[in-house]
């Protein structure tokens, strides 16, 4: 059920996710308190972007990094090694939908930049579920592409982002995921979801922001699904180069950008009873 | 150069402009220190849905509300008739390019949802600014109808949007102009321009959110461009409605909402060579 990863597995998209987490990560990691020796999985760990600031946000915490691709997983190894809380994470290769572990083997389950590429995102989140005691929580971090607002506007621009959110969608995901984590958390049986949106916003006034999140994080984002667009016949090469060229233009001085992503914390219900109520799968 | 009200002057209207300002009121008006006895211009004060909140976030500031409708002024007066501090608000009838006050008159400037209206924000900012003192300040809040974001997603609820935009682009103003403030207000000649981005975000967990900002707020804003709408050809009855009623359906269980406000503060520049330097009208 899991998709075909829409960004690629380049070395230039390495780079893109590891400047993202580093930018990103005081908003995005912000808001839960850290929870004493907690069995963590982190669900979907890509090339290891986030683990860092997990290991951060969760200073005692025993982090269980799984992802489907082993070229990932080597990368995320690699990035990690020398790390002084190395020890603290064991990586493991499994889909998410056949994870090796038995049912409330985690305290917390956290799940960043995945759910939007797959085909059953309420199937993967009660599978994640299953996985949590009861009583254990999880974090769940998307973004929704519809957010990104730019001055100077242009049809161009639009016209590039909206072929990712289409090749995304071809391929099973939905780049658009953020605004429904809440319906997809009570989908699969949590309780308690809380979602916050978390929002970047940049103009000259914020040159970091401009240059981690516009020019390393969105625009190379973006870029990563030309050939699939093109391929698909979604775009041609000189409209895929305006949109891009526009989308860079809204870094210069005198533009802005602005993006939404969607943080949602949740509860797996302690009794049975309360699980069945909330769950509606 | 002041275009038309496009959501009208209905008993409705005020109304929503009153629920709106309740259920923005802290997410809008927090975030600036009071200023000591400060002469404050609020600048299109409608009919005053904003002025308790700005009497509360200034409780020492004397405050000139102006605005180009008698009609909404009346309703201004009427809203503050026995309010505790109905001394420190003054109504003046007068139109944004043609205040009856002297240079340098104010210290503080307030303009919230006016900008959108006007097809010369940036004309009308500079004439704000020559009413500052030099070291006021200016705070700017405006939307941007490109943020709203919802579940269950819908193209009529979109189309139904767009119309409002394009309504308002029609008559002169710029439904979108959020995400220009920064901009707008650099080319206007002020210094120190910060501009925030403050999201309404409602769900199923939030439910005065859903009915004070999606049902009591927003779908009543869309609902007031219905007339210039059909007059403008833009929609038919029957899109018109389907777009209502799925926007109304995103206030279901299940449905999510996301919309931005962007907050900008301002200085009107202590030199004359500062304001030389950044103006660039």
Same mark, same amino acid.
């Given at each position: 059920?899991?998709?075909?990863?829409?960004?690629?597995?380049?070395?230039?998209?390495?780079?893109?996710?590891?400047?993202?987490?580093?930018?990103? /990560?005081?908003?995005?990691?912000?808001?839960?308190?850290?929870?004493?020796?907690? &069995?963590?999985?982190?669900?979907?760990?890509?090339?290891?972007?986030?683990?860092?600031?997990?290991?951060?946000?969760?200073?005692?915490?025993?982090?269980?990094?799984?992802?489907?691709?082993?070229?990932?997983?080597?990368?995320?190894?690699? &990035?990690?090694?020398?790390?002084?809380?190395?020890? +603290?994470?064991?990586?493991?290769?499994?889909?998410? $939908?056949?994870?090796?572990?038995?049912?409330?083997?985690?305290?917390?389950?956290?799940?960043?930049?995945?759910?939007?590429?797959?085909? /059953?995102?309420?199937?993967?989140?009660?599978?994640?579920?299953?996985?949590?005691?009861?009583?254990?929580? #999880?974090?769940?971090?998307?973004?929704?592409? !519809?957010?990104?607002?730019?001055?100077?506007?242009?049809?161009? =621009?639009?016209?590039? #982002?909206?072929?990712?959110? +289409?090749?995304?969608?071809? !391929?099973?995901?939905?780049?658009?995921?953020?605004?429904?984590?809440?319906?997809l958390l009570e989908k699969a049986g949590f309780?308690?979801? =809380?979602?916050?949106?978390?929002?970047?916003?940049?103009?000259?006034?914020?040159?970091?922001?401009?240059?981690? $999140?516009? &020019?390393?994080?969105?625009?190379?984002?973006?870029?990563?699904?030309?050939?699939?667009?093109? +391929?698909?016949? #979604?775009?041609?090469?000189?409209?895929? &180069?305006?949109? #891009?060229?526009?989308?860079?233009?809204? !870094? /210069?001085?005198?533009?802005? $950008?602005?993006?939404?992503?969607?943080?949602?914390?949740?509860?797996?219900?302690?009794? /049975?009873?309360?699980?069945?109520?909330?769950? +509606?799968?």
């Amino acid at each position: 059920m899991t998709t075909a990863y829409v960004h690629g597995y380049t070395e230039r998209e390495s780079r893109r996710l590891s400047d993202q987490a580093q930018t990103l /990560a005081e908003l995005l990691h912000t808001g839960t308190a850290p929870r004493q020796g907690a &069995r963590v999985l982190e669900a979907g760990c890509g090339t290891g972007a986030q683990t860092p600031y997990l290991l951060e946000a969760e200073p005692t915490a025993h982090i269980t990094a799984v992802d489907v691709s082993r070229d990932s997983l080597e990368r995320a190894r690699e &990035r990690l090694d020398g790390h002084p809380d190395e020890e +603290r994470v064991a990586f493991v290769h499994a889909d998410l $939908f056949d994870l090796p572990f038995a049912a409330g083997s985690f305290d917390h389950v956290f799940v960043c930049f995945v759910l939007e590429h797959l085909a /059953a995102p309420v199937a993967a989140l009660a599978t994640l579920r299953h996985l949590l005691r009861p009583g254990g929580t #999880i974090t769940a971090i998307e973004g929704d592409h !519809a957010s990104a607002l730019f001055h100077p506007r242009s049809a161009h =621009a639009e016209e590039a #982002i909206a072929a990712l959110v +289409r090749v995304q969608a071809d !391929a099973g995901g939905d780049a658009l995921i953020g605004r429904r984590l809440q319906p997809l958390l009570e989908k699969a049986g949590f309780s308690d979801v =809380a979602v916050e949106p978390r929002t970047v916003y940049a103009d000259a006034t914020r040159p970091e922001l401009v240059q981690g $999140f516009v &020019r390393e994080t969105f625009v190379p984002m973006v870029e990563s699904a030309r050939g699939a667009a093109l +391929r698909a016949g #979604i775009t041609t090469p000189e409209r895929w &180069r305006a949109g #891009i060229a526009d989308l860079e233009a809204t !870094a /210069a001085d005198g533009g802005t $950008f602005h993006y939404t992503f969607f943080r949602a914390g949740a509860t797996n219900p302690t009794t /049975a009873a309360a699980q069945d109520r909330n769950s +509606r799968t």
